[in-house]
């Protein structure tokens, strides 16, 4: 199969390149201009990549095609227009969106390509930049299952847990669900390290202690340990979180389902943003409860 990837990014460049380590020729394209020539020149020693300059020419050489960009207007532009994948795309081919995006604009395109002969799944992804690199990712899909399983073989490349969660858009609401839970996590975290800070505990012997029993999550394992160590550097950048929260409420409010807890996170994440923070790692959430906290 002839893989179209668009969008080389911090999840989407070690995704793409685990597609070449498993043997597939890729094509690819980016938005920002030269970025596509730079990974086909870094990454030929791994397998037979192209690099194009429109999502259309993406689409006129592959089977399957793939798009990790950020938003949703994101994933329309890439989709529509002249120069966009319904242009050129042969009947029968399979967009995998593993952006996170909004459930209705996917069920809108998803509808588009159905009249038009192709397949639409919805598979956003978990598991961090981590989970990219060593080809880890948790994949909630949405959409055709028989075109699921003509596409699993590339998915598998790329992440180890793939769920079929129904028809086009329940992907990205699981993605949503994910991102809930994921922000209200690292609340808890937080508050937590805050609350140790203040009560005078060292803060690796706290979390040696709790990463062993029941209170352990990714979110303390891995996002509290770079708290511990000032590392604020992003794998997943505030400013994304922000973006996914805004789909999360959007969603919520249009179902009238309270989330106060992932509205509270949101609020707490503007404040980074105000800080000019919004390029930093999420764990930068910390900053603020400990300037709460007067410390």
Do not use: Y
């Amino acid at each position: 199969m002839q893989v179209g990837f668009i969008g080389l990014g911090i999840m989407g460049a070690p995704m793409a390149r685990n597609l070449l380590r498993a043997g597939f020729a890729l094509t690819v394209a980016t938005r920002t201009p030269g970025k596509a020539e730079k990974f086909a020149a870094d990454n030929a020693a791994l397998g037979a990549v192209t690099a194009v300059q429109t999502a259309a020419e993406v689409a006129a050489a592959s089977d399957i095609i793939i798009t990790i960009v950020t938003d949703s207007p994101d994933v329309v532009a890439v989709a529509q227009g002249g120069h966009g994948i319904f242009a050129a795309a042969k009947p029968g081919t399979i967009i995998i969106d593993m952006s996170t995006i909004s459930p209705q604009v996917t069920r809108e395109l998803a509808a588009e390509a159905h009249g038009k002969g192709l397949f639409w799944l919805d598979a956003p992804v978990s598991g961090g930049e981590k989970g990219a690199i060593e080809g880890t990712l948790t994949i909630m899909l949405g959409g055709d299952e028989i075109a699921l399983e003509r596409a699993r073989p590339v998915l598998e490349a790329m992440g180890k847990r793939i769920t079929h969660l129904g028809p086009a858009g329940n992907g990205q609401a699981t993605k949503l669900c994910n991102q809930i839970m994921v922000a209200v996590n690292l609340l808890a975290v937080c508050e937590t390290l805050t609350f140790a800070q203040k009560a005078g505990l060292d803060l690796n012997t706290v979390h040696q202690a709790l990463t062993g029993g029941a209170a352990n999550s990714w979110a303390l394992e891995v996002l509290g340990k770079k708290m511990i160590d000032r590392d604020f550097k992003p794998a997943f950048m505030v400013k994304l979180q922000q973006k996914d929260l805004r789909l999360v409420l959007e969603a919520a409010g249009a179902s009238h389902t309270p989330l106060p807890s992932a509205s509270l996170a949101h609020q707490l994440f503007a404040a980074v943003e105000a800080e000019g923070r919004g390029e930093d790692g999420t764990q930068s959430l910390l900053r603020i409860f400990e300037r709460l906290a007067g410390l």
